[in-house]
T-cell receptor
Framework: DAGVIQSPRHEVTEMGQEVTLRCKPI?????LFWYRQTMMRGLELLIY????????DSGMPEDRFSAKMPNASFSTLKIQPSEPRDSAVYFC????????????FGSGTQLSVL | GESVGLHLPTLSVQEGDNSIINCAYS??????FIWYKQESGKGPQFIID?????DKRQGQRVTVLLNKTVKHLSLQIAATQPGDSAVYFC???????????FGKGTTLSVSS
């Protein structure tokens, strides 16, 4: 079975540009999570969805960040406009939900904002 | 601040030794704990988990111990191998249906 699939693997962009990160969760998983990883702050939860509905977005840094989950097999995380401090690895993870907390992570998107 | 933390940021061991990675958590109400391994350039990979109604759980070469009295979690790796070199994260679930909260990680280096 394919795991969580993220694209792109690497993204280099200039400050002010819009960035869109994509995620396909494991088929049948009902919960989807976006995390950001930096050396200074470790793995931080940005937002998560249950059955395509955002449950907790308190980790989203500011209004420049937005996430959507239009259907059970796709989610996007958008940064507009991007800033150099957004440079990090962004991970998507999914779980079966319903109280099963074990997360399965994708390979991440390495974002560099110049 | 972080609700989950680690005692040591790095651990160096010799191949064949046993490794112990420690983790402290602050929320006594947390009911689920999990360890992940992250290799360079990859996403975190599940190792083992434990619920708060248990104090020990064993997997293949790994054991997780939970001491609720002092809010301490540890991961023991038996006969550590070079392939075990990675960053290890503990995480806790504060409440059913919420997301995992991760500690900052311990880097394990295994030398031959």
């Amino acid at each position: 079975d394919a795991g969580v699939i993220q694209s792109p693997r690497h993204e280099v962009t200039e400050m002010g540009q819009e960035v869109t990160l994509r995620c396909k969760p494991i088929s049948g998983h009902n919960s989807l999570f976006w995390y950001r990883q930096t050396m200074m702050r470790g793995l931080e939860l940005l937002i998560y969805f249950n059955n395509n509905v955002p449950i907790d977005d308190s980790g989203m840094p500011e209004d420049r960040f937005s996430a959507k989950m239009p259907n059970a097999s796709f989610s996007t995380l958008k940064i507009q406009p991007s800033e150099p401090r957004d440079s990090a690895v962004y991970f998507c993870a999914s779980s079966t939900g319903g109280g099963n907390e074990k997360l399965f992570f994708g390979s991440g998107t390495q974002l560099s904002v110049l | 601040g972080e609700s989950v933390g680690l005692h040591l940021p790095t651990l160096s061991v010799q191949e064949g030794d046993n490794s112990i990675i420690n983790c402290a958590y602050s929320n006594s109400a947390s009911d689920y704990f999990i360890w992940y391994k992250q290799e360079s350039g990859k996403g975190p990979q599940f190792i083992i988990d434990i619920r708060s109604n248990m104090d020990k759980r064993q997997g293949q070469r790994v054991t997780v111990l939970l001491n609720k009295t002092v809010k301490h979690l540890s991961l023991q790796i038996a006969a550590t191998q070079p392939g075990d070199s990675a960053v290890y994260f503990c995480a806790e679930n504060l409440q059913a249906g919420t997301a995992l909260i991760f500690g900052k990680g311990t880097t394990l280096s295994v030398s031959s």
